[in-house]
C-alpha cells in the first residue's frame, strides 16, 4: 500500500467506526445486533491481498479494542482479526467464483463472521471473560449470524466501491 492509499483507507476504517459506536449500537436488536465494522473488514480482506487483509484486521482490531461495548482484553479483537483477515484473504483473494459473485461474498462473509464470534467467545474463555450461559452464546452467535445475513447485502455495493476507489480496480460488485 502506498501513502496515498493509506491515508484514504484509515480515514474510512475511522468512519465505519464512528458510525458502528454512534448509531449501530444504540439499536437494540433481538439476538445481539451486527457488527458494521467487522462486517466491512471482512469483505475488505475478501476483496484485498493478504498482507493489505492483515493491515485492514489490525486496524479493525484495535479499533475494536478501544470500542466501549467490547468486554474482552485490549489485544484480543486486535489478534482475531488479524488472523480472520489473512485468512479469509488467503481463501477468498483471487478466486473469482468468489469476489465476482455477491450472493458468494454475502454467504462467505457471515460465515466469517460466525467464526470470528465463536473465536472471540474461545478465546474470551482462555482468558477468563465472563460470558454467560452456554443458551444465552448460542442465541447471540445465532442472532450476530443472522443480523449479518441480512445487513451484508445491502452494505456489500458499497463497501466494494470503497475498496474499488482506494485500489484503482475496476471490478465492483
Do not use: K
Amino acid at each position: 500500500m502506498n501513502t496515498r492509499q493509506i491515508s484514504i483507507a484509515i480515514p474510512m476504517f475511522l468512519i465505519i467506526f464512528v458510525v458502528q459506536e454512534s448509531l449501530v449500537d444504540q439499536f437494540r436488536l433481538p439476538g445481539g445486533g451486527f457488527s458494521l465494522l467487522l462486517i466491512f473488514t471482512l469483505i475488505w480482506a475478501i476483496l484485498s491481498p493478504h498482507e493489505i487483509a492483515a493491515l485492514g484486521g489490525f486496524l479493525a482490531g484495535l479499533l475494536m479494542d478501544l470500542s466501549q461495548s467490547s468486554s474482552g482484553p485490549i489485544g484480543q479483537w486486535t489478534l482475531l482479526m488479524i488472523s480472520a483477515c489473512y485468512a479469509v484473504s488467503y481463501l477468498g483473494f483471487g478466486n473469482e467464483n468468489l469476489s465476482g459473485n455477491p450472493l458468494g461474498l454475502t454467504f462467505f462473509a457471515t460465515s466469517a463472521v460466525f467464526f470470528v464470534e465463536i473465536a472471540y467467545v474461545i478465546t474470551g474463555a482462555l482468558l477468563g471473560v465472563q460470558t454467560g450461559s452456554f443458551e444465552q452464546i448460542l442465541i447471540t452467535l445465532f442472532g450476530i449470524s443472522i443480523w449479518s445475513l441480512v445487513v451484508t447485502p445491502i452494505f456489500l455495493p458499497i463497501f466494494s466501491r470503497l475498496h474499488a476507489f482506494v485500489f484503482n480496480t475496476r471490478s465492483a460488485i
